[in-house]
């Protein structure tokens, strides 16, 4: 893997983790019949969550076909630089990642395998889903402007009124070596404001807003008070938070945002493609795309809308082919950490 760099460098020295052992050579026929069947009883998962939502699919799909998951939930970058620790002995069976331009590098890096009869997969939106079946855009957040409704009377309408000397100091921002969406932000508004979208940062960076951490990490500030604002905060989360009685809020500015799609997809290595093409296909499934709205996502399938947060179509949206962007997001990262160090 040569793309992502931005995403996964950090953490390929720090993580540690134990091997998962999926098999054992022996000289009997009966050694490797027992390999086999505990192989088709199990799939590897790695996964960009959201944490509840990741463990109730594991779960109900467990309930569901008796294949035990084994999940791992962290990052995009966490999950990209594990993979790369790993790829002399690839233990991942399905990849869930938070940014789609992350999922197209792997297809393009020949680590993923083709699903083309996925079920329901007609039912996608096809700019977040790879028309040959290599991923499979199951879910998606957008980004906005989320305040403390305590501390913020009135909520910005656009990115440029961050920039204000009366936000100076008072703004955090999702660090896009951490957060795939984050990346997509940055990578989405440069590339439809070109030399402006590097001065809004430039300005940011000006008027001290923070880089901080993951996503969870930018937010956290903010509801508790000791931040006004997250600029590319997530919008799932802001709603979550929001149900649970926290005082925050968010606006998609005006001049538009960026939705970044949540890619799934089967890895070419997998031990268990049966088992791993019953989850990709449980993933698209009316329950799971049900809980997905539930969980303040948006569902990957045009036919299932969301209840209880606005649609696709109620977004100002910044259209972005996100299948092509990938080759740059790595040199907009490295960018972005020169404009914010």
Known sequence: MKKFSSLKSLFVCTLLFSAVVTGCSSKTGNADAKSKTTNE???????AGPKGLAEKIQKDFEKKTGIKVEMFQGTTGKILARMEAE???PVVDVVVLASLPAMEGLKKDGQT??????????????????????YFGYSASALGIVYNTKNVKTAPEDWSDITKGEWKGKVNLPDPALSGSALDFVTGYVKKNGKDGWNLFEQLKKNEVTVAGANQEALDPVVTGAKDMVIAGVDYMTYSAKAKGEPVDIVYPKSGTVISPRAAGIMKDSKNVKGAKEFIDYLLSDDVQKQISKAYLLPGRTDIKAENRPNVEEIPVLHIDWKTVEKEQDEIGKQFKKVFQ
């Open 113 to 134: 395998l083709a699903y083309k009869e996925a079920k329901q997969a007609d039912k996608l939106r096809s700019e977040w889903s790879d028309d040959k079946g290599h």
């Open 41 to 47: 009883k199990k799939i590897v998962v790695y996964s």
């Open 87 to 89: 790829k002399k002995n």
